[in-house]
């Protein structure tokens, strides 16, 4: 079972992104213009507003996904930055999240659903007015779930970010 998985997960399953990629002519080099994608915004409340997120995106006509992996506060060399500094890391997740977006001709406000891993839920809420404004200020108003964890890639590592980004 465990090898099943593994040979879907990292073998077929690029494979077939490759693929699609390739039917349609998409390569890395690649410019990507306005697409036809739509995306309506279901949020019923307004609480969520401060935290820069909202209930649910309902995308159709979208041409690409991407799933991005999980995104913590490193630089380039995979070194912690700011150890257990909440605000500062997700701001470090945020630039490190658009320079993989640029890469793969995305831009944060492509960004349909966030899931954010934190082993400090109270201190990630209190964080949470600084997210809302960094994301509003790129046009990203994501889906989200928040989950906490007891622990990330480094002891020192109090969130994660993954994302999923169509356009």
């Known amino acids: 079972?465990?090898?099943t998985l593994f040979l879907y997960l990292f073998i077929c399953l690029p494979l077939i992104t490759l693929n699609?990629?390739?039917?349609?002519?998409h390569n890395q080099d690649s410019q990507w213009g306005p697409g036809s994608m739509k995306r309506k915004i279901i949020n019923p409340w307004t609480w969520q507003d401060?935290?820069?997120?909202v209930q649910a995106n309902e995308v159709t006509d979208a041409k690409r996904t991407l799933y991005t992996a999980g995104i913590v506060s490193v630089d380039e060399d995979g070194n912690l930055l700011y150890?257990?500094?909440?605000?500062?890391?997700i701001d470090q997740i945020l630039d490190n999240m658009?320079?993989?977006?640029?890469?793969?001709?995305?831009?944060?406000?492509?960004?349909?659903?966030?899931?954010?891993?934190?082993?400090?839920?109270?201190?990630?809420?209190?964080?949470?007015?600084?997210l809302?404004?960094?994301?509003?200020?790129?046009?990203?108003?994501?889906?989200?779930s928040l989950i906490g964890?007891?622990?990330l890639f480094h002891p020192d590592c109090v969130v994660e970010i993954e994302a999923t980004v169509v356009d």
């Open 149 to 151: 964890v007891a622990s």
């Open 1 to 3: 079972m465990k090898y």
């Open 50 to 53: 401060k935290f820069g997120f």
């Open 83 to 89: 150890p257990g500094d909440m605000e500062k890391q």
């Open 98 to 130: 658009e320079i993989l977006l640029e890469q793969a001709h995305f831009k944060l406000s492509d960004v349909v659903r966030f899931t954010y891993y934190t082993t400090d839920v109270r201190a990630f809420t209190k964080a949470g007015p600084f």
């Open 20 to 25: 699609g990629c390739k039917d349609r002519g």
């Open 132 to 144: 809302g404004e960094r994301l509003g200020k790129s046009g990203c108003r994501p889906a989200t």
